[in-house]
C-alpha cells in the first residue's frame, strides 16, 4: 500500500527535476484570463472619489449631482453615515460611481461634492524626535546579557545610521474585482491572494450567507502580500453591482494602486556594534524606527540572523498620514537585514578584516542553522570567485568606475498552510485534483500536478489541476511562503488515499494484496514483480462506472520550516555620475526539498530582481506640505529594468540535510538579502558607506563628498 511519504530520491520521476509550468502556454497565448479580461454581459465600470486630504473630517457628501451625470447607473458612499468621519491619508476612499464607460464613471466622480474639514497630518519618514509624542509609540525594548560589559570588551566599536524607506507592491496587475449578482448568489472575479477566503469579507459587509458567494481567481498578476482582503473597493463593486442590477469592474488606476493599495514600512536605525580585534563580536546597541502609516508596521528584532551574546534594542514607531502598510515579501526582514549586514560589514572594515571571514568567525551566533549557513556562504564564496575579487574597501584602480563586493545572509520560516484537495479518478484514466488555493505567478499549478502525478506515476500531463475558485476545498491564502508546503502535503495526501482505493480494486486482477502494488511508468505494478502489471487505462478501467474520490489535509510530516541562505554582489560605481551597476549577483538558498528545480531557481531569480529594484530604484516619496504622494505612477516611480540587474546566478542547496526536511515555502527569502549585499558592495567599491537606500546617484555622491574613492 502507498504511504504519504515523500518518494526516495531515487524513485523520483517528476519531483526535483527542471520541469517547465504547465499554464506558460495558456498565459503566452494570452487564453488565461485575469480579472482585467473579465468582460462580464452588460459590464459597468466603476471609479472611486478618493481624498485629496491626509488627514480631514468629512462634514458631508452629495452624490446628486453625479447621480444624473450621463451613463451613470448607482453611487456608492463608501464611509458610511458619511458625517463626522475621518479620512486619514490621502487617497482614502470616499465614494465609488459606476457607468456604461471609464470616461463617464471619472467624470461622475468629479461631481461628487464633498465638504472637507482639514486636520493636521505627518506624512515625513522622520525619526521619533522630529515627529514628537503625538505621532510615535515605542513598541519594543529588549536586553540580552550585559551591552555595557560587551562593549568594555569591544577593542573596536563601529557606529552608524542606516535605513530603507516606505515602498509600495506596485503589482503589474493593479487591484479590483469583477462583481455580479445571479440572483442572491454574489459571483466575484477578484485579484486575490486569498480565493477561499475572502467569501467572508463580501458576507459579512453585504449580509449574506457565506455561501452565496462565489469568488474566482483563475490567474492573478502579483500580490506580494497586499492583496488578502476584499478591500473597500471590492465591496463597493459589489454594491454597486446590487444597486445597478448589471455587473461592474472595478480595477484600480496606477496611481491609486501606488497611493492606497499599501506600502512596506520604513525602517531605520542608529548602530552600535562591537568586536575584539580577532573579529569576535561582543555587543550590539540600536535605536530603531521607521513607520507604515497610521497603523502598527511591525516590530523588529535587531539584530538579524545574528544573536549577539550582549544586546541592547529599542524600536519606535512613528505614526503618518499616508496609508496603511501591507505585508510586503518577508514583512520586516529586508529592512533587518540591510540595518544588520550594513552595520557588520562596517565593522568588518574597521577591523580590517575580510566580510567573509568575519561573517564566518561568528557563524555560530547564527544559531542550529549555523552549519546551513557556513556551507551557503562557502558556495557562494565560490560562485563570486570572492577571495580573487575582494578587496579591502576603496577600489584603488585609477579611474571613476570602482568595483567592489557585499555579502548578506538571511532567514524565513515558511510552514506550510492549512489546505485541503480532493483527487479524482475517472474510470477512463484520467485524473484530476481540485484546492481552493490560487497560483500568483509563482508556479503554484505546476507543483500541485507534479506531486499528483509523481504519485500516481504518471506524466504531468496526466493529471488535471483545478484551483483558483472557492467552489473547491478550501485552501489558506498564499502568503508567508505558506502556499508550496501547504498544497503539497494535502495534494499528496489526498492523491495517495485515491491511489490506495485504485489499489485496493485491482489487487486481485493481478494475484496480489493492495499493499504489495506500487504506481511507476504509467502502470499499477506487483513490487519486486514488475511483469505482473496493469497499464494505468487498465488499472482505472476496473472502477467501472464510478470514479474514486480522494480526499487530503496538510500535513506536518510532509514539510516543515525555517530556510536560510546567503547572497553576494558585485557593483560597479561610477563615481562621476553616482550610477550604480550591478555586475553580478550570486544567490544560495534552501528550502528543503525542492519540488520543480526550474520553478524554484524562478523564484529566487525574481526575488533577486525585486532585490535590485528596492536597491537602487523604489522610494515612495511624499510631499511633507500637501501630504501627497508626489510620485504615484511608473514615471517618477522607478523599477529595474532588464538591463539593470546585471548577471543573477542561483544555486539550490539539495540533497541529504535539506531533502529530508519535507516542502519548505520559498518565495519570500530570497528577497530579503540583495538590498543589504548591494549595500555592502557598494560600500566596498567607493570606500564609504551609503547609508540609506535606494542607492540613487544624489546618494552616492553624496557619501563620495564624506571621503569615498573619489
Known sequence: MADYHWPPADKRSLIGKRISRIDGPWKSSGRAKYTYDINRPGLLYGKMLLSPHAHARVVSVDTGEAEKMPGVKAVHVILAGAANLEVKWAGQEVAAVAAESEEQARDAVKRIRVNYEALPFLVADTDPATAGDKFTKVYSEQTDGDPAKGFEEAEVVSEGEYGVPVITHCCLETHGTVAEWEGDTLNVWASTQNVSGIGQEFSGALQIPANKVHVVCQVMGGGFGSKFQADTWGIAAAHLAKK??????????????????????????????????????TAWQSDSWGTGGVGDAGTPNLPYIYRVPNRRSKHTGVLTNIGPARAWRAPNHPQMALITMAALEDLAAKLNMDPLDFFLKNIEMTGPRAANYKEELLKAAEMMDWKKKWHPRGDKRPGHSKRGLGISVHTWGGRGHASNC?????????????????????????????????????????????????????????????????????????????????????????????????????????????????????????????????????????????????????????????????????????????????????????????????????????????????????????????????????????????????????????????????????????????????????????????????
Request: aromatic letters at 4%; proline letters at 6%.
Open 244 to 281: 445597478s442590477g448589471r455587473p461592474v469592474k472595478m480595477m484600480l488606476e496606477r496611481d491609486q494602486e501606488l497611493m492606497v493599495a499599501g506600502a512596506r514600512p520604513s525602517m531605520h536605525a542608529h548602530v552600535r556594534a562591537g568586536a575584539k580585534k580577532d573579529g569576535t563580536l
Open 422 to 710: 480532493q483527487a479524482t479518478i475517472h474510470p477512463d484514466g484520467s485524473a484530476e485534483v481540485a484546492l481552493g488555493s490560487q497560483d500568483l505567478g509563482t508556479g503554484a499549478r505546476t507543483i500541485i500536478g507534479i506531486v499528483a502525478a509523481e504519485t500516481y506515476g504518471l506524466p504531468l500531463e496526466g493529471v488535471k489541476v483545478n484551483i483558483g475558485d472557492s467552489h473547491y476545498p478550501p485552501s489558506g491564502p498564499s502568503g508567508g511562503s505558506t502556499t508550496s508546503g501547504g498544497v503539497s502535503s494535502s495534494t499528496r495526501r489526498a492523491a495517495t488515499d485515491a491511489l490506495n482505493q485504485l489499489f485496493e480494486k485491482v489487487a486481485p486482477s493481478l494475484g496480489a494484496k493492495a499493499e504489495q502494488l506500487e504506481a511507476a511508468g504509467g502502470k499499477i505494478r506487483v513490487q519486486g514483480n514488475p511483469s505482473k502489471s496493469l497499464t494505468w487505462k487498465q488499472a482505472c478501467a476496473k472502477l467501472g462506472a464510478s470514479p474514486i474520490i480522494g480526499n487530503g489535509k496538510t500535513s506536518p510530516d510532509l514539510m516543515s520550516s525555517g530556510v536560510g541562505g546567503a547572497q553576494m554582489s558585485e557593483v560597479e560605481v561610477d563615481t562621476e555620475t553616482g550610477i550604480v551597476r550591478i555586475v553580478k549577483h550570486v544567490a544560495v538558498q534552501d528550502c528543503g526539498l525542492v519540488l520543480d528545480l526550474k520553478t524554484a531557481e524562478s523564484q529566487v531569480l525574481g526575488a533577486c530582481i525585486m532585490g535590485v529594484c528596492y536597491a537602487l530604484y523604489e522610494e515612495k516619496i511624499m510631499d511633507a506640505f500637501t501630504g501627497r504622494c508626489l510620485n504615484p505612477n511608473m514615471e517618477f516611480y522607478k523599477l529595474a529594468g532588464i538591463g539593470d540587474v546585471g548577471e543573477i546566478v542561483v544555486h539550490m542547496m539539495t540533497g541529504p540535510g535539506y531533502d529530508d526536511r519535507g516542502v519548505i515555502g520559498l518565495a519570500e527569502p530570497p528577497v530579503v538579502s540583495p538590498g543589504a549585499a548591494i549595500s555592502n558592495a557598494v560600500a566596498n567599491a567607493i570606500g564609504v558607506r551609503v547609508p540609506e537606500l535606494p542607492l540613487t546617484p544624489d546618494r552616492v555622491l553624496a557619501a563620495l563628498e564624506k571621503g569615498g574613492a573619489a
